[in-house]
C-alpha cells in the first residue's frame, strides 16, 4: 500500500477550472495504476479517470470525458486531475487511489481495484 494526499480542492463557480493533485507520500507513483473517484452527498461513489500502469491511454467516465485530464508529472510523483468547464453537478469529495496492478480489463473503474485511498479533496461548483 501507498499513502496517498489530495490537494487543491476548493469552491468555484459553474464554467471555471481546477486542477487537483495526487502525490504518495515518499515514493513515486509512476509504478501504480492511479484513478480518481468522486463521491457526492447521498451517492456512491463513482469512478473519473485513471491512468493504468504499463502506459495505457487515460481513461474518463462519460461525464466527464472532454472536460477533464488525467497526467502524471515527469518524475511519477504526482497525478493531477486538470477539471475544466465545471459543472454544479460536479460537486463532490474527489479521491485518488492507487494499485500495483496492471489492468488489462476495466476492473480498474471500480473501487475495490485500488488498494491505497487518500483522505479526499472537497470540489464544490456553484451554479
Known amino acids: 500500500q501507498v499513502q496517498l494526499v489530495e490537494s487543491g480542492g476548493g469552491l468555484v463557480q459553474a464554467g471555471d477550472s481546477l486542477r487537483i493533485s495526487c502525490t504518495a507520500a515518499?515514493?513515486?507513483?509512476?509504478?501504480?495504476?492511479v484513478g480518481w473517484f468522486r463521491q457526492a452527498p447521498g451517492k456512491e461513489r463513482e469512478f473519473v479517470s485513471a491512468l493504468r500502469r504499463g502506459g495505457f491511454a487515460p481513461d474518463y467516465a462519460d461525464s466527464v470525458e472532454g472536460r477533464f485530464t488525467i497526467s502524471r508529472d515527469s518524475a511519477g510523483n504526482t497525478v493531477y486531475l486538470q477539471m475544466n468547464s465545471l459543472k454544479p453537478s460536479d460537486t463532490a469529495v474527489y479521491y485518488c487511489?492507487?494499485?500495483?496492478?496492471?489492468?488489462?480489463?476495466?476492473?480498474?473503474?471500480?473501487?475495490?481495484?485500488?488498494?491505497?485511498w487518500g483522505q479526499g479533496t472537497q470540489v464544490t461548483v456553484s451554479s
Open positions: 487511489a492507487a494499485d500495483s496492478t496492471t489492468y488489462t480489463s476495466t476492473y480498474y473503474k471500480t473501487s475495490t481495484a485500488y488498494d491505497s
Open positions: 515518499g515514493r513515486t507513483l509512476s509504478g501504480y495504476t
